[in-house]
Nanobody, 128 residues
Framework: QVQLVESGGGLVQAGGSLRLSCAASGRTSSSYAMGWFRQAAGKEREFVAAIKRNGGSTDYADSVKGRFTISRDNAKNTVYLQMNSLKPEDTAVYYC?????????????????????WGQGTQVTVSS
């Protein structure tokens, strides 16, 4: 089992920055990949970014590419999402997720059902 706790959400003006953190506990050594998803009010959950355990491979949704950066500190069992140049359309509840499933090559899962563990979410609100 892996437990995930997100933090760092809040209210920020458009153009501002926030850094989300996801602290993992439990069997973290087996977490192959971790990802961030978001869900805006009235919309479906969508993929934001993902990273392999060794940090050597990352993937981003087109909507955040160039603005968001995912990273991880395995010594602290923490994954980060640095969000810059925030836009009102980035407003959502952001969720951290982890999977123990191994995927060969550089593939990183983008679909929610590919992740077994989820955090409770943290609200990000970007005002215009």
């Amino acid at each position: 089992q892996v437990q995930l706790v997100e933090s760092g959400g809040g209210l920020v003006q458009a153009g501002g920055s926030l850094r989300l953190s996801c602290a993992a506990s439990g069997r973290t050594s087996s977490s192959y990949a971790m990802g961030w998803f978001r869900q805006a009010a009235g919309k479906e959950r969508e993929f934001v970014a993902a990273i392999k355990r060794n940090g050597g491979s990352t993937d981003y949704a087109d909507s955040v590419k160039g603005r968001f950066t995912i990273s991880r500190d395995n010594a602290k069992n923490t994954v980060y999402l640095q969000m810059n140049s925030l836009k009102p359309e980035d407003t959502a509840v952001y969720y951290c997720a982890a999977t123990n499933t191994y995927y060969s090559g550089t593939y990183l899962p983008r679909r929610g059902h590919e992740y077994e563990y989820w955090g409770q979410g943290t609200q990000v609100t970007v005002s215009s």
